[in-house]
């Protein structure tokens, strides 16, 4: 493998134990995309990636999905359904929102979720379903079971830092790869001090903060998960940062692990503001290559 290493010792700032090469592999979501691939973010009003949220806010749900068969991005002339399941809620549906200003990159379906004053407190494991005209295939999403980084509803919410990158969606039509990407705050920052909460999601960073970025996705083709089984190259780029290599570990609570794709970048004190776009790269072991934007902002 080049260019990849298994995160024996490497500190990625998700609390992760390192690993073994005879651990048990349970790649998030699952070993296989099925019959949709589906992608979900949460974010506030202004396009801040976040996940604690107040009793009385809005959530704002925004997805993508791809049909596992055609490898065509969902639209609203092939989509049937799409929705955001939230327990003791009504099915939230999702609208085909391109030009919305919290759609991004790919994340172009969108809703907002206004969240009852007496809803319940703590983790709320929703679940995003698409179903597709051709045949009634159905995907979901679902949330990596690290806790920091779940929607959670509580009455001292970590409010980002500042507004998201500003930015519409642009779906694409046919993908060779479905991915997920998110970013947490890492909690060791070389220059800033630590937030409240650490592995947090937000694309929101001050400058001397610590940006972990975290990533799955899917072979299209084959429907198989991207793994050290059929990658020889991962990495995330950044303007001005050499490469930065992903490395494929477990993480989660004990015993409930999942791998999946993770490292972190020190944003150094003097790195340019505004919003950044870092590129997530996987090629495979048949020479197949596919990328994803992520934005952030950088604020001081």
Not at 135 to 160: A, D, E, H, Y
Not at 252 to 262: C, Q, S, Y
Request: charged letters at 15%.
């Amino acid at each position: 493998m080049k260019r990849i290493t298994l995160a024996l010792a490497t500190f990625i700032a998700l609390a992760s134990a390192s690993v073994a090469l005879a651990d048990t592999t349970v790649p998030f979501p699952s070993s296989n995309v099925g019959n949709v691939f589906v992608s979900a973010q949460t974010v506030t009003a202004d396009g801040a990636v976040a996940n604690f949220f107040a009793p009385g806010s809005s959530v704002v749900f925004r997805a993508y999905a791809v049909d596992g068969k055609s490898h065509k991005v969902v639209t609203t002339k092939t989509y049937k359904y799409f929705y955001v399941k939230i327990p003791n809620q009504p099915n939230l549906k999702l609208r085909y929102t391109p030009r919305n200003k919290v759609a991004m990159g790919r994340y172009v379906w969108t809703a907002t979720w206004k969240i009852p004053a007496d809803y319940a407190t703590g983790i709320v494991p929703f679940k995003v379903v698409a179903v597709v005209k051709a045949k009634k295939r159905t995907g979901s999403f679902v949330q990596m079971p690290v806790s920091t980084s779940q929607l959670t509803i509580t009455s001292t919410p970590q409010n980002p830092p500042g507004s998201g990158p500003s930015s519409t969606g642009a779906a694409g039509t046919k993908l060779n790869f479905g991915f997920y990407v998110d970013s947490v705050n890492g909690t060791r920052p070389a220059g800033a001090a630590p937030r409240p909460i650490g592995c947090t999601q937000t694309n929101v960073f001050k400058r001397g903060e610590q940006f972990v970025l975290r990533t799955w996705g899917f072979d299209l083709a084959t429907g198989a998960v991207l793994s050290m089984d059929n990658v020889t190259d991962a990495h995330f780029a950044l303007p001005g940062v050499a490469n930065i290599p992903l490395n494929w570990g477990s993480h989660g609570a004990t015993g409930n692990k999942v791998w999946f794709w993770t490292n972190f970048w020190n944003i150094p004190k003097d790195y340019p503001l505004g919003d950044t776009n870092v590129v997530v790269t996987f090629t495979t072991t048949t020479g197949k290559t596919g990328a994803i934007n992520y934005l952030i902002t950088i604020i001081p």
